[in-house]
């Protein structure tokens, strides 16, 4: 019940694309929901985050989607570039602030 | 967001010494920090959560001796390894709850350990 599960794996998307990836989760008591970039050997940095109350939640170019009926998440980045090349981890929280991190997702964005 | 330093960010030691990594809160007074290791093309996995001024809690499977938690102060946590074996090598990445949005956590740029 503790387990994120994230997907794809890996992802390959043209410069300009939309790149989306997709979380789920068991634990109802999770209402705390961030996605984070890392690039390599750099520690993992806040994208953005959600709370169950709303269902989209946009900052710039991320945009989060929440289904709480479904409970599942994911990141859409839109007009994908190059620079967002990384590796991208959901996560959720409940009580206490510990994080539970997916898998995972390595983005290529081809120029 | 909280800004997080850890020190040093990459260190080398043989099998069987100890190593201390330190956490720093820069800006940002945490009585609880917490500790991740992240082997290579892994996730993060949570060690212990580090609190100011009593003893850490450990999560399943860590040992508590081998890893030594140790928070001076409300802007600084210690991780040390000791008797380090090569299976000790990993990315050691801390973090701060922030004081904004609910759980947010911000993290540290992490320390390269390699154990040989």
């Known amino acids: 019940q503790q387990q994120v599960k994230q997907s794809p794996q890996s992802l390959i998307v043209q410069k300009g694309g939309i790149s989306i990836i997709n979380c789920a989760y068991e634990?109802?008591?999770?209402?705390?929901f961030p996605w984070y970039q890392q690039f390599p050997g750099k520690g993992p940095a806040l994208l953005i985050a959600?709370?169950?109350?709303?269902s989209e939640k946009k900052e710039g170019r991320f945009t989060i989607s929440f289904n709480k009926s479904a409970k599942q998440f994911s990141l859409h980045i839109m007009d994908s570039q190059p620079g967002d090349s990384a590796t991208y981890f959901c996560?959720?929280?409940?009580?206490?602030?510990?994080?539970?991190f997916g898998a995972g997702t390595i983005l290529r964005v081809k120029s | 967001g909280a800004v997080v330093s850890q020190h040093p960010s990459r260190v080398i030691c043989k099998s069987g010494t100890s190593v201390k990594i330190e956490c720093r809160s820069l800006?940002?007074?945490?009585?609880?920090m917490f500790w991740y290791r992240q082997f290579p093309k892994q996730s993060l996995m949570l060690m212990a959560t580090?609190?100011?001024?009593?003893?850490?809690?450990?999560e399943q499977g860590v040992e508590k001796d081998k890893f030594l938690i140790n928070h001076a102060s409300l802007t600084l946590s210690t991780l040390t390894v000791t008797s380090a074996h090569p299976e000790d090598s990993s990315f050691y990445i801390c973090?701060?709850?922030?004081?904004?949005?609910?759980?947010?956590?911000?993290f540290g740029p992490g320390t390269r350990l390699t154990v040989l």
């Open positions: 973090s701060v709850p922030g004081s904004g949005f609910g759980d947010t956590q911000y």
């Open positions: 800006d940002f007074q945490a009585t609880t």
């Open positions: 634990n109802t008591a999770f209402d705390y």
């Open positions: 996560a959720a929280s409940g009580y206490g602030n510990k994080l539970v």
């Open positions: 580090s609190n100011e001024g009593s003893k850490a809690t450990y």
């Open positions: 959600i709370r169950p109350d709303v």
